[in-house]
């Protein structure tokens, strides 16, 4: 086959692999589960052979190989993740070949990946927000993910929207996490059931199936997860006027259930300005293997990888 790079997004749950060609076309994809609680060796064990299987199944060496993994990282290492519990993991250690390696955040690689492939294509400067189990944030400014100084960039779900209301695992009071994940929507939504009918035990997608129903108990917790996020996103738009939000993640899902009162309270929040809009992700759960794919290509040498890609990538198979 024609020359390709091994993309890999490694997940605190399961790592998604893949191989991609020049032209952007996904040869292959595969899935495995991420050993974390076997502790960091184990992990990287098991990057190695994942990264050493695909490239054997594409049948030659890769021309490159690109990461996206959680926590604190640069290009060249892996420098510390709560999640995965490594520290200080040189690119060099996760991959088995002596190939080009490219490492990223795995947020930010699924908002490179928005911002050459998919729903920010034509946008310079937008925030992308997957809103799943936690939130984060990618930060582009200039068609690029921005970290920060020191790669803390990004960390939206912890800025406090209700300054007086709940602890957040992070320790810190009343984080947008804490009321607007897909995680934090099912656990309010259980607790406050709970305490008027016993045990009872949600997930998002229930809630938001309820709050379309009428459901006044799923409606007041809906309302608050979208509160929540319009104090936050009315900050963001303040500080750094995005062309546009492109919301990802398990909750937007929701579709218009989620963005449709998004949108209103976000303008409300804002006097003297138009809100910026509101767009759906186009690349799901394949946004962290795309990105991690436009890595290998670059750290190949291929700067300008994705650019020239057709949108039929977007109709590749997905990652299983
Ligand atoms: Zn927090």
């Given at each position: 086959m024609s020359s390709f790079v091994v993309a890999l997004d490694v997940g605190g749950t399961?790592?998604?692999?893949g191989l991609v060609t020049r032209s952007g076309e996904i040869v292959r994809t595969d899935r495995r589960a991420?050993?974390?609680d076997r502790g960091p060796a184990a992990v990287i064990?098991?990057?190695?052979?994942f990264i050493d299987d695909l490239a054997t199944a594409g049948g030659g060496t890769p021309e490159g190989v690109g990461l996206a993994v959680p926590g604190l990282v640069t290009a060249e290492a892996a420098l510390y993740s709560a999640n995965i519990g490594w520290r200080d993991v040189p690119a060099t250690d996760l991959v088995p070949l002596d190939v080009p390696v490219m490492l990223g955040h795995d947020v930010r690689t699924g908002g490179l990946a928005e911002s050459v492939l998919g729903a920010g294509r034509e946008l310079s400067d937008f925030l992308f927000l997957p809103i799943g189990t936690g939130i984060a944030g990618a930060t582009i400014l200039h068609g690029?993910?921005?970290?920060?100084?020191?790669?803390?960039?990004g960390e939206i779900g912890h800025i406090p929207v209700f300054p007086e209301g709940e602890p957040c695992a992070c320790g810190q009071i009343g984080c947008l996490e804490t009321y607007a994940s897909a995680s934090a929507v099912a656990r309010r939504y259980s607790t406050r059931a709970a305490s008027s009918s016993g045990a009872v035990s949600v997930t998002a997608e229930r809630v938001a199936t309820l709050t379309a129903s009428g459901d006044p108990l799923a409606t007041e917790i809906w309302g608050e997860a979208v509160e929540a996020l319009s104090l936050a996103l009315a900050s963001y738009t303040l500080l750094l006027d995005p062309s546009a939000i492109v919301l990802g993640g398990g909750l937007a899902e929701a579709g218009t259930l989620l963005s449709d009162p998004l949108a209103e309270r976000l303008q409300k929040r804002l006097a003297f300005r138009q809100a910026p809009p509101l767009?759906?992700?186009?690349?799901?759960?394949?946004?962290?293997?795309?990105?991690?794919?436009?890595?290998?290509?670059?750290?190949?040498?291929?700067?300008?990888?994705?650019?020239?890609?057709s949108l039929d990538v977007l109709k590749s198979p997905r990652v299983p």
């Open positions: 399961s790592m998604k692999g991420t050993p974390r064990a098991t990057i190695r052979s690029e993910p921005y970290g920060g100084s020191a790669g803390w960039g767009r759906q992700a186009a690349l799901g759960m394949s946004a962290g293997m795309l990105g991690a794919a436009l890595l290998g290509w670059r750290a190949a040498g291929f700067a300008d990888a994705g650019t020239t890609w």
